[in-house]
């Protein structure tokens, strides 16, 4: 393998390091002026020919200085930048802006720095009401850091009631409204405003249905709905209890102290279905109340169980309170059968026989029968006594 610079051979250019000679080899290259700067050729050779690759190297430089920066959006407390940004790169595309920023009344090294990857919102935040403000703005790419440049200097306005909030659900393009996938309900989200120098405490939800007349929304007859949301963590709501195959126009509202923000607005239609059953959600929508009564009922048939394993094997629990006094009145008959026939068989009668005899018959053909019974030995048997015997 052989390397070429601008097809010149470099082979023995102490100004570059060669590691290896094939099957592979690294040139490594410390750029110190611009000589070092053009077209590298790697040629590889065997004894059926060669084949070669071309690397081309060239100088990158800082971005020039940011040409200007736009404020697109101020409230009390946050700035929305948009950029037009260096006229050069410096060969390297851009990866970040950064701003400087300070009070009117301090110097530049007490500033504070932030930064945002090209293509992300531009938004700086934490800013004081009614608080004149300095920026100034550079560009970076994989060199390092343009120029400070594009000035800017900003009165915050005063604090005020909160912007407005941003519905993020998807509209269709070629209808302009949301599509809930459900007959009943529509889960709302949005992004938290800001809150302009006070803090949100609520955000308010009222939905009404609409129909479409000569292109614009109008409420219909029905009444709307409106709800509070309190918790300003989650930036999502879920609308129950729609009616299917129905157009909603939803607003959201958020609130501090100072009063409401303008309304969100979004159009949605629910799905085609029947008409919404509060108990055909799926478990994550269960209400609190059913899942309790599931709970009750349960505990519930385990204790009837226990209660009468417990009456009939130990005779306790609440059944035997209510309907144990017969049952013991019933063994406490048998026991005592069961005493008087011990102390009968017990009281010097042991040899006791008892004899029946039986009475003659009028039918010649039948015979005269006698049965002994001995209690002692509880047999008993039978005999036969001749036709004119007497007993």
């Known amino acids: 393998i052989e390397w070429r610079l601008n097809e010149r051979d470099i082979s023995k250019d102490p100004n570059f390091k060669r590691i290896g000679q094939g099957p592979i080899s690294t040139l490594v290259v410390t750029p110190s ?3 070092f ?13 060669e084949v070669f690759h071309k690397i081309i ?5 800082v971005p020039s200085e940011v040409l200007q920066a736009l404020l697109d959006v101020v409230t009390a407390t946050t700035i929305t930048f948009s950029f037009q940004g260096p006229s050069s790169t410096g060969g390297r595309p851009l990866k ?16 504070q720095n932030k930064t945002w990857a090209i293509n ?3 938004i700086l935040e934490g800013l004081m009401p009614q608080t004149t403000y300095n920026f100034r703005f550079a560009a970076i790419n994989e060199v390092g850091s343009s120029n400070w440049a594009a000035p800017q200097t900003v009165l915050m306005p005063k604090r005020s009631f909160p912007e407005e909030p941003k519905i993020l659900n998807t509209l269709q393009p070629e209808v302009k409204y949301a599509v809930s996938p459900y007959h009943d309900r529509f889960e709302l989200s ?4 800001p809150d302009n120098g ?7 939800i009222k939905y009404c249905p609409v129909q479409k007349v000569n292109n614009e929304w109008v409420e219909t007859d029905a009444s709307c709905t409106t709800l509070e949301h309190r918790s300003l963590e989650v930036t999502s709501y879920d609308l129950l209890y729609l009616q299917a195959d129905t157009f909603y126009k939803v607003e959201i509202r958020a609130h501090n102290i100072i009063g409401f923000s303008v309304p969100g607005q979004i159009v949605m239609k629910t799905a085609r279905g029947g008409d919404p059953n509060p108990f055909k959600h799926d478990s994550n929508h269960l209400s609190s109340s059913i899942i309790i009564a599931i709970v009750v009922a349960a505990l519930l048939i385990i204790l009837v169980i226990v209660d009468v394993s417990c009456f009939f094997v130990n005779d306790t629990g609440l059944l035997y309170l209510m309907c144990g006094k017969d049952k013991r009145n019933s063994n406490e008959d048998d026991a005592k059968l069961g005493s008087e026939g011990k102390e009968l068989l017990n009281n010097g009668h042991r040899d006791l026989k008892v004899q029946i005899e039986s009475a003659p018959m009028l039918d010649k053909n039948k015979k005269d029968m006698t049965v002994e019974f001995d209690l002692k030995k509880a047999t ?5 006594v001749g036709k004119d015997s007497a007993v």
């Open 33 to 35: 002026d611009s000589r």
């Open 37 to 49: 700067y053009g077209t590298y050729k790697c040629v590889a050779k065997n004894i059926h020919g």
């Open 57 to 61: 190297l060239s100088e990158a430089h």
């Open 96 to 111: 970040a802006y950064q701003v400087q920023y300070k009070h009117s009344m301090k110097q530049w090294p007490e500033a």
């Open 120 to 122: 992300s919102p531009y």
């Open 190 to 193: 949005w992004r938290i405003p």
């Open 198 to 204: 006070e803090p949100i405490d609520r955000y308010d």
């Open 380 to 384: 008993s048997k039978t005999g036969f």
